[in-house]
C-alpha cells in the first residue's frame, strides 16, 4: 500500500513518511527507530572525549620511592604495607613513602635505624614467594587489610 504524498491529500505526512517517489517529508526529520542509532554514536563520542581528556584529569601519583612503595615505617616495624605514596620523605637522596604524616614523623625521629630494621624486614620477606604486602585500601574485613 503506498502512502500519497502531501500535496494530493492537502494533509501533513506522518513523522518520517516516506512521500511518492522515495523522498522524505520536510521539517519532520529522520524515522524514530533511528534515534537510538544516534543517541550510540553520541554516547561514544562522549567516552572518546572522556578517555582523551583522563590523563590529564588523574593528578600524577609522588615520586617512586624505596621498597616498591611500601610503608618504610610498616617495613621497620615488622609489616610489610602496601601504600599510595600520599606522605614521602627524603633521607640520604632516597625518597620513602609513608601511609600518612604521623608514620613519616615516627620515621624521621630515627631514619639510620629504621632504616636498617626496614632494609632487614624488606630483604627478608623479598625472596619469599608466599608473602604478600597488607594492602590500606582494602576494607577491614578482607584477609590482605592492614587494619
Same mark, same amino acid.
Given at each position: 500500500?503506498?502512502r500519497?504524498?502531501?500535496?494530493?491529500t492537502?494533509?501533513?505526512?506522518q513523522h518520517? !513518511?516516506i512521500?511518492?517517489g522515495?523522498?522524505r &517529508?520536510? *521539517? /519532520?526529520g #529522520?524515522?524514530s527507530f533511528l534515534?537510538p542509532?544516534?543517541?550510540r554514536?553520541?554516547?561514544m563520542?562522549?567516552?572518546?572525549?572522556f578517555l582523551?581528556?583522563?590523563?590529564?584529569?588523574?593528578?600524577?601519583s609522588?615520586? !617512586?620511592?624505596?621498597?616498591?612503595?611500601?610503608? &618504610?615505617m *610498616? /617495613?621497620a #616495624?615488622g609489616k610489610?604495607m602496601?601504600?599510595r605514596?600520599?606522605?614521602d620523605?627524603?633521607?640520604e637522596g632516597?625518597t620513602?613513602?609513608f601511609?600518612?604524616e604521623?608514620?613519616k614523623?615516627?620515621f624521621?625521629a630515627?631514619?639510620?635505624?629504621?632504616r636498617?630494621?626496614?632494609?632487614s624486614?624488606?630483604? #627478608?620477606?623479598?625472596?619469599?614467594?608466599?608473602?604478600?604486602?597488607?594492602d590500606?585500601s582494602l576494607?577491614?574485613?578482607?584477609?590482605?587489610?592492614?587494619e
Open positions: 500500500m503506498r500519497k504524498s502531501s500535496k494530493n492537502g494533509k501533513k505526512p518520517g !513518511a512521500l511518492l522515495g523522498a &517529508a520536510e *521539517g /519532520l #529522520s524515522p534515534s542509532f544516534r543517541s554514536r553520541r554516547n563520542l562522549a567516552r572518546v572525549i582523551a581528556v583522563l590523563p590529564v584529569l588523574i593528578p600524577i609522588a615520586a !617512586a620511592g624505596e621498597y616498591q612503595n611500601l610503608d &618504610a *610498616g /617495613l #616495624s610489610g602496601r601504600t605514596c600520599e606522605a620523605g627524603q633521607y632516597k620513602y613513602c601511609h600518612d604521623g608514620r614523623r615516627q624521621m630515627d631514619p639510620a635505624g629504621n636498617t630494621k626496614a632494609d624486614f624488606y630483604n #627478608s620477606k623479598q625472596s619469599d614467594p608466599n608473602w604478600t604486602p597488607c590500606y576494607p577491614p574485613s578482607e584477609p590482605n587489610s592492614c
